[in-house]
């Protein structure tokens, strides 16, 4: 093994929608995260995984977007992105250039203002943006902060990714793979299957469900060497949102289920038979048990 070899974890963080699971996704060359144009699509911290035989491994934690919690969730949602930058080799602070810098990038900026020797400012989406109103938002948003390094990227197109990724294997330790050569995520198949759910979910639905629902597997079985079943339930908080969801004469549900469908034998490899059921479950997003049996992560109640 060539002793060169980097290794590390690197943080993706950011406000909500500004393109992390996106960037994620064309990192790795895989599907690792759920992407939508709804905020807070990303609701726990997860891993994708980039192994060049030749460079090295690099372990990117996509976090949840920092926002203004409205609910218990929202809260651990931003607990676990807080507590990732103390637990990381180094940071990608992604931010929006079609817009100007917002109280929320400042904030985030002020985080990571003891970090900043190990933080890259990655201006996303400036594919969109007219070259005199770039090198504007370039000087507001480089205004906030001493960062390490300044990159205008495209995360949907790949545009100056590979620049990144150059950038970042010089930044990161000496060290050997953590994860085997074939692994892209340390999420298991049926958390994914629960996403690619949620994705569809999110994709078909109107703005009152999003946020209000979740997903769990129930039951995944291989039925035989080429065919999965798959039950899954997808979680809202109110009657109407489960109507909503199945819609009239349950076509609505069919939609969610057919795209869902496609995209996890995808993901598997595999046929799939996918059985979808819909399930109220008020207030799940403000109780600690609920979301403990809905599979988030939340922090022990204080004595």
Same mark, same amino acid.
């Given at each position: 093994?060539?002793?060169?070899?980097?290794?590390?974890?690197?943080?993706?963080?950011?406000?909500?929608?500004?393109?992390?699971?996106?960037?994620?996704?064309?990192?790795?060359?895989?599907?690792?995260?759920?992407?939508?144009?709804?905020?807070?699509?990303?609701?726990?911290?997860?891993?994708?995984?980039?192994?060049?035989?030749?460079?090295?491994?690099?372990?990117?934690?996509?976090?949840?977007?920092?926002?203004?919690?409205?609910?218990?969730?929202?809260?651990?949602?931003?607990?676990q992105?807080?507590?990732?930058?103390?637990?990381?080799?180094?940071?990608?602070?992604?931010?929006?250039?079609?817009?100007?810098?917002?109280?929320?990038?400042?904030?985030?900026?002020?985080?990571?203002?003891?970090?900043?020797?190990?933080?890259?400012?990655?201006?996303?989406?400036?594919?969109?943006?007219?070259?005199?109103?770039?090198?504007?938002?370039?000087?507001?948003?480089?205004?906030?902060?001493?960062?390490?390094?300044v990159?205008?990227?495209?995360?949907?197109?790949?545009?100056?990714?590979?620049?990144l990724?150059?950038?970042?294997?010089?930044?990161?330790?000496?060290?050997?793979?953590?994860?085997?050569?074939?692994?892209?995520?340390?999420?298991?198949?049926?958390?994914?299957?629960?996403?690619?759910?949620?994705?569809?979910?999110?994709? +078909?639905?109107?703005? %009152? &469900?999003?946020? @209000? =629902?979740?997903?769990?597997?129930?039951? $995944?079985?291989?039925r035989?060497?080429? /065919?999965?079943?798959?039950?899954?339930?997808?979680?809202?908080?109110?009657?109407?949102?489960?109507?909503?969801?199945?819609?009239?004469?349950? +076509?609505?549900?069919? %939609? &969610?289920?057919? @795209? =869902?469908?496609?995209?996890?034998?995808? $993901?598997?490899?595999?046929?799939?038979? /996918?059985?979808?059921f819909?399930?109220?479950?008020?207030?799940?997003?403000?109780?600690?048990?609920?979301l403990?049996?809905?599979?988030?992560?939340?922090?022990?109640?204080?004595?």
């Amino acid at each position: 093994m060539p002793e060169s070899l980097k290794s590390g974890f690197v943080s993706l963080v950011g406000r909500p929608n500004v393109g992390k699971s996106t960037l994620l996704n064309h990192l790795i060359g895989e599907k690792v995260a759920i992407v939508s144009k709804r905020p807070q699509t990303t609701r726990s911290c997860l891993r994708g995984i980039l192994t060049e035989p030749d460079r090295g491994q690099i372990i990117f934690v996509d976090t949840p977007g920092i926002h203004k919690p409205k609910h218990l969730m929202a809260r651990n949602m931003i607990d676990q992105a807080l507590h990732v930058l103390d637990e990381v080799d180094f940071h990608l602070f992604l931010v929006d250039a079609t817009e100007a810098p917002g109280p929320g990038d400042k904030f985030i900026s002020d985080l990571l203002a003891q970090k900043a020797p190990k933080t890259f400012l990655l201006l996303n989406k400036v594919d969109k943006l007219p070259k005199a109103q770039r090198e504007q938002f370039l000087k507001a948003y480089t205004d906030l902060g001493h960062f390490k390094r300044v990159f205008q990227i495209s995360a949907k197109h790949s545009d100056g990714l590979p620049e990144l990724l150059s950038a970042l294997y010089k930044e990161l330790p000496v060290g050997v793979p953590l994860y085997p050569n074939d692994e892209y995520t340390d999420q298991s198949e049926r958390v994914m299957v629960a996403e690619l759910v949620r994705e569809q979910v999110f994709r +078909q639905t109107g703005d %009152e &469900i999003p946020h @209000a =629902a979740s997903v769990y597997v129930e039951q $995944f079985k291989h039925r035989t060497a080429d /065919l999965i079943y798959i039950s899954a339930v997808i979680v809202v908080e109110r009657d109407s949102q489960k109507r909503m969801v199945i819609g009239k004469q349950g +076509q609505k549900l069919k %939609e &969610i289920g057919e @795209a =869902a469908r496609m995209t996890i034998s995808a $993901f598997l490899g595999t046929q799939i038979f /996918l059985e979808l059921f819909v399930k109220v479950m008020p207030h799940w997003r403000n109780e600690r048990r609920r979301l403990l049996e809905l599979g988030y992560s939340v922090e022990k109640e204080k004595a």
